[in-house]
T-cell receptor, first 115, second 114 residues
């Protein structure tokens, strides 16, 4: 069974500080996919990043970066130089290759960025 | 390109009433899903479909039914609404044809059962 844990319920930062969101996952599959989604106060779900289990290369995309480590089953997400518009709930999600595309979501982390 | 469209956006139901939440996608995705999100919680899978005519239960299917007669449409039926079904419902679709991909979500339907 797949499981996603986001231990941080809420993180509060001041604008321009960096924010790192933790995500730990459990899966028996050797092929799986990890995602981060953003849910702003307006309620929609916005796709941010995707990572495959066979590619542990960490990347930076604009102010977003991620650290994928299979050895610790972690897929952490960092927002650099946070802005007020980054205030949202962030969800980590897991999809296994054998699970017919089903996505398992974590409970989410509320990020509050104050000016 | 509209993506995933859900209707209605808001609805108030009385206990025992029934309704259908509509979902349609124009991306020719084979995979479609219904999730519910309770306040302060993550998303839980209600039902999913891997193609027209094929549906299966997710984590929390009780009280719901689905059908998938076309690739584009995946309606969710609530029979005998209960207060426990008060939630925000999201429809999503994805394409697993050989390439991993993210799920695309609709705007959500906020349902209140009173």
């Amino acid at each position: 069974a797949q499981k996603v844990t986001q231990a941080q319920t809420e993180i509060s930062v001041v604008e321009k500080e960096d924010v790192t969101l933790d995500c730990v996952y459990e899966t028996r599959d050797t092929t799986y996919y990890l995602f981060w989604y953003k849910q702003p106060p307006s309620g929609e779900l916005v796709f941010l990043i995707r990572r495959n289990s066979f590619d542990e290369q960490n990347e930076i995309s604009g102010r977003y970066s991620w650290n994928f480590q299979k050895s610790t089953s972690s897929f952490n997400f960092t927002i650099t130089a946070s802005q007020v518009v980054d205030s949202a709930v962030y969800f980590c999600a897991l999809s296994e290759a054998d699970s017919w595309g089903k996505f398992q979501f974590g409970a989410g982390t509320q990020v509050v960025v104050t000016p | 390109n509209a993506g995933v469209t859900q209707t209605p956006k808001f609805r108030i139901l009385k206990i025992g009433q029934s309704m259908t939440l509509q979902c349609t996608q124009d991306m020719n995705h084979n995979y479609m899903y219904w999730y519910r999100q309770d306040p302060g919680m993550g998303l839980k899978l209600i039902y999913y479909s891997v193609g027209a005519g094929i549906t299966d239960k997710g984590e929390v299917p009780n009280g719901y039914n689905v059908s998938r007669s076309t690739t584009e449409d995946f309606p969710l039926r609530l029979e005998l609404a209960a207060p426990s079904q008060t939630s925000v419902y999201f429809c999503a679709s994805s394409n697993r044809q050989g390439i991993d991909t993210e799920a695309f979500f609709g705007q959500g339907t906020r349902l209140t059962v009173v």
